[in-house]
């Protein structure tokens, strides 16, 4: 009888080193991950010493008292999330050629003033002939919005485009991107560690689509939204709203939570109000299918075969892109 406390105590203090060592092994690979993608050189390597050192100091402290190993433990942790916390999102770093901008829009009754439109003559996959202009577009003139879809790996994750038409023949489409420095590559780690922000991009349909269909060769579809005028409106006001909003105050692009998808609820919520949340949401590559359950395809079904644009694209020669690639849609 005497030896069944004993045994209880032991039992205890095994699940206790184990939890203690899990959570301290969690917080040595979050906190070197994040340093890893933050500093380079002497100021990373004295980094990593202070946290083996702190590692060290907690593993000794619990030997010797379990509360004093776990107050270690968080002197550590508050150490990392002290210093994750001074990372801020910046708009004057030096940027990738391709979003050395994100657009600013301004409303004027019914027109929008853009800034930075990108409309680039892309010449390879990294070089184009760079173009950023100034646009005005007449919102009682938006008649069309398509959704494009572009897979370039998983298909399940697509980066999604929406783009607009106006009766007066322009086009513009909207894009949330990673916004790289120079010397970057998009990382999806690095995307859950603050190392990218977020930028949007407003891009003619030959510079956006056509370096994914024709540079890249992406897995890129169209398909045209069955949206109202207000719905439009509403549409395209969400991307003037983001616009200025990231221009007011940078944000961090984030891999799970603030990153190309960031739109696609207000574009589901165009189409009908007051939705539940979708997984499709987040998996883009099968948002299609999403918006067309909610009634808002044109055609009413999802035609994959009609939606792929990229032999088309290829195929268009003198053809104007956005006649080629809607080929098929005429009629409609």
Known sequence: MSNMPRHKVSIGRDASDAHFSITLL??????????????????????????????????????????????????????????????????????????????????????????????????????????????????????????????????????????????????????????????????????????FELVLIAATEEDILKLRTNHRQEDVRLYPLALNEKQRRHLFLTYVDLANDLEEAPAFYNTLTHNCTTTLYPLANAVHPELELDWRLMMSGHLPSYIEELGGLKNGTVDEARAAITERALAAGTVAYSAAIREGYATE
């Open 26 to 195: 969690a917080t040595i690979v979050w906190i070197a991950t994040a340093l890893s993608f933050h500093l380079t050189g002497a100021a990373l390597i004295a980094a990593y010493g202070m946290l083996g050192l702190g590692a060290c100091i907690a593993c000794g402290a619990v030997w010797k008292s379990n509360r004093l190993g776990w107050a270690a433990l968080l002197l550590v942790l508050g150490a990392g999330v002290g210093w994750y916390q001074t990372l801020t999102p910046q708009d004057n770093r030096d940027w990738a050629f391709d979003v050395a901008h994100g657009v600013e829009a301004r409303l004027d009754g019914n027109v929008v003033q853009m800034t930075n439109v990108r409309n680039f003559n892309w010449t390879s996959v990294e070089s184009a002939n760079v173009s950023w202009e100034e646009r005005r577009f007449d919102l009682d003139k938006l008649s069309s919005v398509d959704l494009v879809t572009s897979v370039w790996d998983s298909p399940d994750i697509a980066q999604v485009i929406v783009t607009f038409g106006f009766s007066d023949g322009q086009r513009v489409a909207f894009s949330v991107e990673t916004r790289r420095e120079a010397h970057e590559r998009f990382n999806t780690v690095g995307g859950f560690f603050r190392q």
